[in-house]
C-alpha cells in the first residue's frame, strides 16, 4: 500500500472531490488516540461526506475542523468531528484504488476512515483523484 500526505491548502477540495467520488460506499470508522485506545465508532456504514471548516486569522484560512458523516437514515447517522486537524493521509492500493483515509489532530488522535472494499479508480464515477 502507498500513502500520500494531502497539503492542508488542498485539503478542502480534496475532501470535496473524495467524498463526491465515495459518496455511498460503506467504510468503518475507527479512532486511535492515547487516552482512549483503539476505537471503532462505526462499520460499514454509508459515507455521506466529508466536510472542512476553515478558521480565518492574520496568515489567511486555516482547517479548524472536519466532520465525516455516515449513514442513510435518522437511525444509523453519526458525524465524528475532528478538532485542530494537522494532517490528512490517502493510503491507496497497488493498484491505485482508495482504500482508507487517515486524519491526525492536534492532540495526536488519529482518525482512520476504511473502506470495505476497495475499487480502482476508472471503476469508479466522479473525479479521479491523484
Known amino acids: 500500500m502507498a ?4 497539503p492542508s491548502e488542498r485539503w478542502r477540495a480534496f475532501l470535496d472531490g473524495f467524498s463526491r ?3 455511498g460506499w460503506l467504510v468503518s470508522l475507527e479512532v486511535f488516540g492515547a487516552d ?4 471503532e465508532e462505526a462499520h460499514e456504514l454509508p459515507l455521506e461526506g466529508i466536510t472542512t471548516e476553515l478558521k480565518n486569522n492574520e ?7 472536519i466532520a465525516i ?3 442513510n437514515t435518522p437511525e444509523d447517522h453519526l458525524t465524528h468531528s475532528i ?6 493521509w490517502l493510503e491507496q492500493t497497488q493498484a491505485g484504488a482508495n482504500a482508507a483515509l487517515e486524519i491526525e489532530s492536534a492532540d495526536e ?3 482512520l476512515l476504511r473502506f470495505r472494499s476497495a475499487l480502482p479508480s476508472e471503476m469508479v464515477d466522479g473525479v479521479v483523484l491523484g
Open 69 to 71: 458523516s455516515l449513514g
Open 109 to 111: 488522535t488519529k482518525t
Open 83 to 88: 478538532t485542530g486537524p494537522t494532517h490528512i
Open 36 to 39: 482512549i485506545g483503539a476505537q
Open 59 to 65: 496568515q489567511g484560512s486555516e482547517p479548524e475542523r
Open 3 to 6: 500513502t500520500q500526505e494531502i
Open 21 to 23: 467520488q465515495h459518496e
